[in-house]
C-alpha cells in the first residue's frame, strides 16, 4: 500500500540549530515528492518538490531536501533555524501521471518548536 | 494573483443537518481538490475535480460529495452529519503542470455538536 511516514511527531530545536525532518514512503515506482508548511490557523504552502534529476532539491525559505531511492527517504532539511520556522510539517507523494494532479498522499505530520 | 478562497472559515451544524462549502481557486487553475484535516487521521483526499469533472475519489461515504462549475469554483456538501465529520477542510488548486503543485485555502472549520 503507497504510504508515508514521518517517525517524529514533535521536534524541538533551538533558535540557529539546524534542521532535519525525516520523510519515509511506500511506492510502487518512484513518485513525485513534496514538503508542505502549515502555520496555525492556515492552510499549506508548498515548501519544496522533487520529480527527477537533481536528488538534492532547493526550496524557499532556505530549505532543502534530498531524495534517496535506496532508502525511500526524502528528508528535509535547514541549516539554521529562525523562530518563524515553528510549523507543522508535511511530506507528501503523488503519482506520475497528470491525471492525477490533485490527489497527494500526506504523512502524519511532524511539528516544529523552535526554541528562542 | 488572488489565493485560494474558502468560505465559510467556521461553521457549526449539528449532527443529521447538511453543510456546503465552497472554494474558488486561483484563476487559471483548472484542478480543485479537497482534503479533510483531522488531529487523528491527518489530511485524507476527498476528490478532485477538473473542467467539471469528478478526476479523482479518496475513500469517503457517499455522504461526501462536490461539484465544479463551469469557472472553475467549486463545492463539497456533506450529508447527514456526524459528530466524526468535525474537521478543518482544505481546497486546493492546482494547473495541469507541474502535477501535484498545490496551492491551499485557508480551510472551512466544522464543528458537528
Known amino acids: 500500500a503507497q504510504s508515508v511516514t514521518q517517525p517524529d511527531i514533535h521536534i524541538t530545536v533551538s533558535e540557529g540549530a539546524s534542521l532535519e525532518l525525516r520523510c519515509n514512503y511506500s511506492?510502487?515506482?518512484?513518485?513525485?515528492l513534496f514538503w508542505y508548511v502549515q502555520s496555525p490557523g492556515q492552510g499549506l504552502q508548498l515548501l519544496l518538490k522533487?520529480?527527477?534529476?537533481?536528488?538534492l532539491v532547493q526550496g524557499i525559505k532556505g530549505f532543502e531536501a534530498e531524495f534517496k531511492r535506496s532508502q525511500s527517504s526524502f528528508n528535509l532539511r535547514k541549516p539554521s533555524v529562525h523562530w518563524s520556522d515553528a510549523a507543522e510539517y508535511f511530506c507528501?507523494?503523488?503519482?506520475?501521471?497528470?491525471?492525477?494532479?490533485?490527489?497527494?498522499?500526506f504523512g502524519q505530520g511532524t511539528t516544529l518548536q523552535v526554541k528562542p | 494573483k488572488a489565493g485560494v478562497t474558502q468560505t465559510p472559515r467556521y461553521l457549526i451544524k449539528t449532527r443529521g443537518q447538511q453543510v456546503t462549502l465552497s472554494c474558488s481557486p486561483i484563476?487559471?487553475?483548472?484542478?480543485v481538490s479537497w482534503y479533510q484535516q483531522t488531529p487523528g487521521q491527518g489530511l485524507q483526499f476527498l476528490f478532485e475535480?477538473?473542467?467539471?469533472?469528478?478526476?479523482n475519489k479518496g475513500n469517503f461515504p457517499g455522504r461526501f460529495s462536490g461539484r465544479q462549475f463551469s469557472n472553475s469554483r467549486s463545492e463539497m456538501n456533506v450529508s447527514t452529519l456526524e459528530l466524526g465529520d468535525s474537521a478543518l477542510y482544505l481546497c486546493?488548486?492546482?494547473?495541469?503542470?507541474?502535477?501535484?503543485?498545490?496551492?491551499f485555502g485557508e480551510g472551512s472549520r466544522l464543528t458537528v455538536l
Open positions: 507528501a507523494v503523488g503519482p506520475h501521471g497528470s491525471s492525477n494532479t490533485g490527489k497527494l498522499i
Open positions: 511506492y510502487g515506482a518512484t513518485p513525485y
Open positions: 522533487y520529480f527527477s534529476g537533481d536528488t
Open positions: 475535480y477538473f473542467s467539471e469533472t469528478q478526476r
Open positions: 486546493a488548486s492546482s494547473s495541469r503542470s507541474p502535477p501535484g503543485e498545490l496551492f
Open positions: 484563476s487559471g487553475h483548472r484542478s
